[in-house]
């Protein structure tokens, strides 16, 4: 995924002195990490979801969330499918994600869940999954991530919908609280962006140089950012952008999102239209 013009000027050093397998290797450590935490998020939503079948106050909300359930099985079982076969190996989870879905996992209360679930990591999930697929040049990898961006988008659209309106039941306190958990979310999920295990194997660095690095280059901070151009715009849709966290995330630089287009309007043509066949994807 790491492109040569990406790396900071050291790391392009110890990058270019690499032999043209070791480069190729580097890659498929690079991609592997990548994808691994795609897997690894997935086998949190499955869970996620799973608890929100019981726990979740309405039955169309239950029933919602036991299809949910279902795509997010099929999601654990293609990233897997798509490591094991292609790649050749798996990384572990990030501690950064593993700390978030530890999180969402154990706190008690269903919105909360439903709020760091739909709102934060599938939208997050979502830009990801449509950068690699723009970046892609394996028509297998473009094809299935095609087919999992269409269910994420409709787990994030009914996450908005849903949330929408149970906010408004909150008293200001309780949405205070929301609101901030909301917001250290996304700095866990920052933090979690950033992949350095690849780098510290093949260009020889700590995990502190290989993160710093990372957080040199600009390109790496504007892809940072940009997966958040989706979240904000939503988290304001349902009203947890409320004044005292928006300062908060103006210092983290993502407040410049506030106005982009968010996923409330759902376009049900779009949602419903039959599976595209693979020559009808393309990036
Ligand atoms: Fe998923
Ligand atoms: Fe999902």
Not at 56 to 65: D, G, H, S, V
Not at 98 to 123: C, H, S, V
Not at 197 to 202: F, I, S, V
Not at 263 to 271: A, K, P, R, V
Request: proline fraction near 3%; aromatic fraction near 10%.
């Amino acid at each position: 995924m790491q492109a040569d013009e990406d790396l900071p000027h050291e790391a392009l050093e110890a990058y270019k002195a690499l032999s043209d397998e070791e480069k190729l290797e580097f890659n498929r450590h690079d991609l592997a990490e990548l994808m691994s935490q795609f897997l690894h998020g997935e086998q949190g939503a499955l869970l996620v979801a799973s608890q929100l079948t019981s726990c979740a106050p309405t039955f169309n909300a239950k029933l919602y969330a036991a299809s949910q359930t279902f795509d997010e099985a099929r999601h654990v079982e293609v990233f897997n499918r798509y490591l094991q076969e292609k790649i050749g190996m798996h990384y572990p989870i990030n501690k950064n994600l593993k700390a978030l879905l530890d999180k969402i996992l154990t706190d008690p209360r269903w919105d909360l869940k439903f709020i760091g679930m739909q709102i934060i990591i599938e939208g997050l999930a979502l830009a990801a999954f449509q950068m690699l697929k723009q970046l892609s040049k394996d028509p297998l990898l473009t094809q299935l991530l095609h087919y999992v961006i269409r269910d994420e988008a409709r787990h994030v659209t009914f996450g908005i919908n849903y949330l929408e309106d149970f906010v408004k039941t909150l008293t200001d306190e309780e949405r205070e609280e929301r609101a901030e958990f909301a917001f250290e979310a996304c700095v866990i999920s920052r933090e979690r962006l950033i992949n350095t295990r690849a780098m510290q194997k093949y260009l020889k660095m700590s995990e502190d140089e290989a993160r710093e690095f990372t957080l040199q280059t600009s390109a790496n901070n504007t892809f940072r950012n940009f997966l958040f151009s989706r979240v904000i715009p939503n988290l304001s849709r349902i009203g947890l952008l409320t004044d005292n966290v928006r300062p908060k995330f103006d210092e983290l630089g993502l407040l410049e999102f506030e106005h982009a287009p968010d996923d409330f309007e759902c376009d049900w043509n779009e949602l419903e239209k039959p599976l595209e066949n693979f020559d009808e994807i393309s990036a």
